[in-house]
Nanobody, 126 residues
Framework: QVHLVESGGGLVQAGGSLRLSCAAS????????MGWFRQAPGKERESVAT????????YYADSVKGRFTISRDNAKNTVTLQMNSLKPEDTAVYHC???????????????????WGQGTQVTVSS
C-alpha cells in the first residue's frame, strides 16, 4: 500500500513556474514507478510525466516536454514536478500516482497505476 499526498499547486501567471511535490508513505515506494497526471474540467485525465522506480527513465507528454521536469528522491519518498514556462492550457488538477514500470505506452497510461493522490489545483492566468 502507498498513500500519496500532493502539494505545491496554486495560481500563477503565464510564463511563471510552480513546483509540485508528492509525499509517499509506505515501505515499498522505491519499487514503484511514479507519474504525474492532470485533469481539466470537462476533459479526460491525461499523462504529464512519469519516472521509473530507479529514476533512470522518464517520459513526458509532448505538450510539456522541455518545460516540465520530473524527479524523485527514494530516500525521502518524494517525487517532484518542476513546471516552468507555464501556459493557461496547463490549468488542471494534478495528481501523482504509483504503479509498475514499463515501456512508454505502459508508463503513460493512467490505467496502469494502482495508487493515486487527491490532487492539487494548478491555475495559470493569461
Amino acid at each position: 500500500q502507498v498513500h500519496l499526498v500532493e502539494s505545491g499547486g496554486g495560481l500563477v501567471q503565464a510564463g511563471g513556474s510552480l513546483r509540485l511535490s508528492c509525499a509517499a508513505s509506505g515501505r515499498s515506494f522505491r519499487s514503484y514507478a511514479m507519474g504525474w497526471f492532470r485533469q481539466a474540467p470537462g476533459k479526460e485525465r491525461e499523462s504529464v510525466a512519469t519516472i521509473s522506480w530507479s529514476g533512470g527513465t522518464t517520459y513526458y507528454a509532448d505538450s510539456v516536454k522541455g518545460r516540465f521536469t520530473i524527479s524523485r528522491d527514494n530516500a525521502k519518498n518524494t517525487v517532484t514536478l518542476q513546471m516552468n514556462s507555464l501556459k493557461p492550457e496547463d490549468t488542471a488538477v494534478y495528481h501523482c500516482a504509483a504503479g509498475a514500470s514499463g515501456s512508454r505506452g505502459y508508463a503513460m497510461d493512467p490505467r496502469t497505476y494502482d495508487y493515486w493522490g487527491q490532487g492539487t489545483q494548478v491555475t495559470v492566468s493569461s
